[in-house]
Nanobody
């Protein structure tokens, strides 16, 4: 059973870079056809897919966030990381990591519990 756990600071100041890590257990992030996604949900809004890194290491980003987003991985630790630069209060959200198969997405079945990030000075 794949399990995912997000970690990172809960408070980030405007203009700084938000960095979150997802630690995966019960499966390898290099398993064929697996995609490892970052999703967020701002207060009172729906889920927003941010980007993903595939089992191959290829990355995919939402067009609206591409200029500020970077996703990387550490295969030795079975972790993948999100970096979101130049954050503003509009980036305040519950951030999730999730696994999908075959393509990227919001991963309803295998998703972490989420971590709250607040952008505020």
């Amino acid at each position: 059973q794949v399990q995912l756990q997000e970690s990172g600071p809960g408070l980030v100041k405007p203009s700084q870079t938000l960095s979150l890590t997802c630690t995966v257990s019960g499966g390898s992030i290099t398993t064929g056809l697996s995609y490892w996604n970052w999703i967020r949900q701002p207060p009172g809004k729906g889920l927003e897919w941010m980007g993903a890194i595939a089992y191959s290491g290829e990355t995919y980003y939402s067009p609206s966030l591409k200029s500020r987003t970077s996703i990387s991985r550490d295969t030795a630790k079975n972790q993948f990381t999100l970096q979101l630069s130049s954050v503003t209060p509009e980036d305040t959200a519950l951030y999730y990591c999730a696994r999908t198969l075959g393509t990227y997405g919001t991963g309803n079945r295998y998703r972490g519990q989420g971590t709250q990030v607040t952008v505020s000075s």
